[in-house]
């Protein structure tokens, strides 16, 4: 549980830095590209111990997939709470997609 959590907050910090400034774009792109790296400093904060912990547990390839589900997640509610965008049934019909391959990763064959 404790990987988990670490990866959603890192996910949270991630999702902030690479779409938050999608709403300034008056703002100067380097102003952009220097807080967003300001942000990603604490998201690596979380990110290096959630992997460096959970590796006693799980793979790398298991550990790469639960991270996308949680920025799957994350970024659904980050773009219609932060960004206004809509949730189309298209873009879940791919996320679900991407959701049977973590069937397929941590069966064991």
Do not use: D
């Amino acid at each position: 549980m404790q990987t988990i959590a670490l990866l959603t907050i890192s996910n949270i910090f991630m999702t902030i830095a690479w779409y938050g400034h999608l709403k300034y774009k008056e703002s100067p792109l380097w102003i952009a590209i220097v807080v967003s790296w300001g942000i990603a400093f604490v998201e690596y904060c979380f990110q290096v111990p959630a992997n460096r912990i959970g590796h006693y547990q799980f793979s790398a390839a298991q550990l790469k997939t639960i991270q996308e589900v949680i920025t799957l997640v994350v970024f659904c509610g980050f773009s219609v709470w932060y960004l206004k965008e809509p949730l189309k049934w298209n873009y879940l019909a791919g996320f679900a997609l991407m959701v049977g391959a973590v069937f397929v990763i941590f069966k064991e064959w």
